[in-house]
């Protein structure tokens, strides 16, 4: 059994998802469901990547569009499209992604540190690097990508569609 629990704080799962052409990957752990994607309330005068809000069972969720958050031209929803819902510093959010193509372990091996890219692009939400089988995953940070400013946002605007000030 020790051997086992080892193991897994060694590797660890990550949900891989696709954007724009490119694979992203989360913890798994942060994930509560994947859904597809739905007609969402809009917020007027909200940031272009916040989408809007879906009920989720009595829970508002704030849902960002990660192809808008990224500068990505041209956000097309098709069947493929899907709202990942993320539990994120507490919160619930989802985020809305081109599609998920499956549950990755990862080895500490496998897992490069994030290049520094200097100023030009800002890589702080990138938690890594990982590589498997001739993949380039882009891990993400999710609470570094959503900067506290903007998980504050995210949760007025939750406050707002519940009817709160």
């Known amino acids: 059994m020790e051997a086992r629990s080892a193991t897994r704080e060694q590797s660890r799962e990550i949900l891989v998802f696709a954007l724009g052409g490119e694979e992203y990957g989360v913890d798994i752990l942060k994930v509560q469901e994947i859904r597809g994607y739905e007609k969402v309330t809009t917020i ?21 569009d990660m192809r808008i958050k990224f500068g990505m031209a041209d956000p097309k929803y098709d069947t493929f499209t899907v709202v ?26 496998e897992v490069k540190a994030a290049p520094a890219l200097g100023s030009i692009v800002d890589s702080g939400f990138l ?3 990982a590589t498997q089988g001739g993949r380039m995953i882009l891990l993400l940070e999710i609470e570094k990508f959503l900067s506290s400013g903007e998980l504050n946002l995210v949760n007025q605007v ?5 009817g709160g000030a």
Do not use: M
């Open 84 to 109: 990942i819902i993320l539990r994120v510093s507490g919160r619930v959010i989802g985020i809305v992604v081109d599609g998920v193509s499956d549950v990755i372990r990862l080895a500490p091996s």
């Open 127 to 129: 938690a890594g690097l």
């Open 44 to 64: 007027p005068a909200a940031p272009a990547y916040l989408k809007g809000v879906v009920n989720l069972r009595g829970i508002i969720v704030p849902v960002i």
């Open 158 to 162: 939750a406050e707002v569609a519940r």
